[in-house]
């Protein structure tokens, strides 16, 4: 009797391809040791990737490494403030070291501010340009040319909805995300020819450490009101998961999306199309 070949389930397929879909790659990521940057770490290291997490904070990055590495991943930590050359360039040397090339950035690591442009003073407004622009633009200096060297990659920004709507309140870190949206064009027009592609992400609020943090200082007393109250900005009733982002994260810089450069992508619970 002939023995009849296996057709693969589509659950099968699924399964076999999220698992390699960032197979012999090697990613950095900024602001690795939690929140969403955290998330992306273990996605991508899930998918295959070899991940360098770049991060100030120790004791949170190396929970990211021993988590992936528990999971039967790769990944290490190296300290990096993205708003020093020198420590950007080190951090970049210390993965190439260890993984041998980079294939994709992802520049996640970034601050907030709340203000307007009358309360926000000049010290915070530097700050924040110096993490969320200059940041950016340090380690597009440091991995662009690896990239260039290895044949192409792949960049992923994370910016936010306040780069494309108005936000109260959020004078400096809209700017600094409207610079990381424009980064973003001006990246994948200059380095389409090097077989270089940049996307951008732009969240609404995100449930992070962050904004439990945020919660905890400003509104003790009344904690899961103001929760709510947050959650149900998004019209999809309650704030995006890290993981979320991380799945889209996972996807614009694996080859499935080779096609696509040059874009934002909300992901917003109907932020920006739903609200009445």
């Known amino acids: 009797m002939r023995r009849m070949n296996r057709i693969a389930r589509p659950q099968d397929r699924h ?17 690795g040791g939690s929140g969403i940057g955290r998330a992306i770490c273990e996605t ?16 949170a990055a190396s929970e990211s490494v021993a988590a992936i590495s528990a999971a039967g991943g790769k990944a290490l930590f190296t300290r990096c403030d993205v708003s020093d050359a020198d420590s950007v360039n080190s951090a970049v040397g210390a993965a190439k070291s260890a993984f041998g090339k980079i294939d994709i950035l992802v520049n996640n690591a970034g601050i907030a501010n709340i203000g307007t442009a009358t309360t926000t003073n000049e010290s915070d407004f530097d700050r924040v340009m ?15 040319p690896e990239l260039i060297e290895a044949g192409g990659g792949v960049i992923l920004n994370m910016s936010s909805i306040a780069a494309i709507t108005g936000l109260k309140d959020r004078f400096a870190y809209s ?5 990381v949206h424009t980064m973003t064009l001006s990246i994948a027009a200059d380095y389409l020819k090097d077989n270089i592609r940049c996307n951008a992400i ?23 009101e103001m929760f709510e109250k947050l959650s149900k900005v998004q019209p999809i009733g309650r704030m995006a998961r890290p993981e979320e982002i991380a799945k889209l994260a996972l996807y614009l810089c ?23």
Do not use: W
């Open 130 to 144: 110096k993490v969320n622009v200059k940041g950016v633009y340090l380690c597009l200096q440091a991995v662009l």
């Open 175 to 179: 700017t600094s995300k409207g610079a």
């Open 15 to 31: 399964q076999d391809s999220s698992m390699s879909q960032l197979a012999n790659k090697t990613a950095l990521v900024t602001g």
């Open 44 to 59: 991508f290291a899930a998918a295959g990737a070899a991940v360098a997490i770049l991060d100030l904070d120790e004791a």
């Open 202 to 224: 732009c969240p609404a609020r995100v449930h992070t450490p962050f904004v439990d943090g945020y919660l905890d200082r400003n509104y003790p007393d009344n904690r899961e």
């Open 254 to 276: 694996s080859d499935d999306a080779s096609y696509i450069t040059g874009q934002s992508y909300n992901i917003d619970g109907g932020y920006m199309n739903l609200r009445n």
